[in-house]
């Protein structure tokens, strides 16, 4: 590994690995429904009056999330122009970022550029070119945790927002299941593309030292991890892989520790109903005010 470029995006098999967590967690569902219910007054507070609204995704992914929120702001100002700036550092997730804006009809007038780069590189290119491009609306959904310096992005991005913009951050919540177990298992867990786990308590403690303003919203959320702890499920062990980012749960750790993290994650990570063990997943929405 230590030859191999840090990982801080999806690529190749990753891709697949993030795809079915997507799939089995219901989480970007619970975060649209969330969006849904927290963005149609922020979002017209934020275009009141504007003649043009730009909007700034940071680690964007395949822009599941993405085209939900662009295809609200164009609902609520249908009549003006929307520009989006997507930052993703996966080749492989922007080109479904593409085909998904594609076959979306609501979308079809926003102007969109694509920065295929990591966040900190686009930092860069902004300081680099001086040129800066402010913004009405800027979001990062679960990027945190691959940044070199939680404070330094988020100071950066902020200084980004126009008047009366948003700075939307979801990370997972303080204290929940995903929390738990990287805190837990730090020493074996983060060794690679996250080397030091944040949750909503780094944020809130970063945007506090900054004196910014912010509103936090819970995102509720449980998956079902019953088939982790069925040696035999492919399910369970792909599971596996992804919560502790490994390629092969099974042979990555010692017998004691794969123990002490399916005892935890049972115990102290999850909920256990009618017999299935129903996993913490609880995401914080933070909205910070320009």
Same mark, same amino acid.
């Given at each position: 590994?230590?030859?191999?470029?840090? /990982?801080?995006?999806?690529? +190749?098999?990753?891709?697949?690995?993030?795809?079915?967590?997507?799939?089995?967690?219901?989480?970007?569902? !619970?975060?649209? /429904?969330? $969006?849904?219910?927290?963005?149609?007054?922020?979002?017209?507070?934020?275009?009141?009056?504007?003649? +043009?609204?730009?909007?700034?995704?940071?680690?964007?992914?395949?822009?599941?999330?993405?085209?939900?929120?662009?295809? *609200? *702001?164009?609902?609520?100002?249908?009549?003006?122009?929307?520009?989006?700036?997507?930052?993703?550092?996966?080749?492989?997730?922007?080109?479904?970022?593409?085909?998904?804006?594609?076959?979306?009809?609501?979308?079809?007038?926003?102007?969109?550029?694509?920065?295929?780069?990591?966040?900190?590189?686009?930092?860069?290119?902004?300081?680099?070119?001086?040129?800066?491009?402010?913004?009405?609306?800027?979001?990062?959904?679960?990027?945190?945790?691959?940044?070199?310096?939680?404070?330094?992005?988020?100071?950066?991005?902020?200084?980004?927002?126009?008047?009366?913009?948003?700075?939307?951050?979801?990370?997972? @919540?303080?204290?929940?299941?995903?929390? @738990?177990?990287?805190?837990?298992?730090?020493?074996?867990?983060?060794?690679?593309?996250?080397? %030091?786990?944040?949750?909503? !308590? %780094?944020?809130?403690?970063?945007?506090?030292?900054?004196?910014?303003?912010?509103? %936090?919203?819970?995102?509720?959320?449980?998956?079902?991890?019953?088939?982790?702890?069925?040696?035999?499920?492919?399910?369970?062990?792909?599971? *596996?892989?992804?919560?502790? /980012?490994?390629?092969?749960?099974?042979?990555?750790?010692?017998?004691?520790?794969?123990?002490?993290?399916?005892?935890?994650?049972?115990?102290?990570?999850?909920? $256990?109903?009618?017999?299935?063990?129903?996993?913490?997943?609880?995401?914080?929405?933070?909205?910070?005010?320009?």
């Amino acid at each position: 590994m230590a030859a191999e470029a840090k /990982q801080t995006c999806y690529e +190749g098999s990753a891709v697949q690995s993030f795809q079915f967590y997507l799939e089995q967690s219901g989480e970007h569902e !619970a975060i649209v /429904q969330s $969006v849904h219910s927290l963005l149609p007054a922020e979002f017209k507070r934020i275009g009141e009056g504007k003649s +043009g609204l730009d909007v700034l995704g940071v680690g964007s992914g395949g822009g599941e999330v993405d085209v939900q929120m662009l295809s *609200l *702001l164009q609902s609520t100002f249908p009549a003006v122009p929307i520009t989006a700036d997507i930052v993703e550092g996966s080749a492989a997730l922007t080109e479904n970022f593409k085909a998904l804006v594609a076959k979306t009809t609501s979308l079809q007038k926003v102007q969109f550029a694509w920065h295929i780069m990591h966040s900190e590189d686009y930092e860069k290119q902004v300081k680099a070119k001086g040129d800066v491009k402010k913004f009405d609306f800027i979001h990062m959904i679960q990027m945190l945790y691959y940044v070199d310096s939680v404070a330094d992005t988020i100071k950066f991005y902020h200084n980004l927002l126009k008047n009366n913009g948003t700075l939307m951050i979801i990370i997972e @919540t303080a204290h929940g299941g995903w929390d @738990t177990l990287w805190k837990t298992f730090k020493k074996e867990l983060c060794v690679d593309a996250i080397t %030091e786990y944040r949750s909503s !308590a %780094e944020v809130i403690s970063c945007l506090k030292s900054q004196g910014l303003k912010y509103d %936090e919203h819970i995102i509720p959320n449980t998956f079902d991890i019953t088939e982790c702890y069925d040696p035999n499920s492919t399910t369970g062990a792909r599971m *596996l892989n992804f919560m502790t /980012q490994t390629k092969n749960f099974h042979q990555s750790f010692s017998q004691e520790v794969r123990t002490g993290i399916l005892d935890l994650l049972r115990n102290k990570c999850s909920t $256990v109903k009618d017999g299935r063990v129903m996993f913490n997943s609880n995401t914080s929405c933070i909205l910070v005010h320009a």
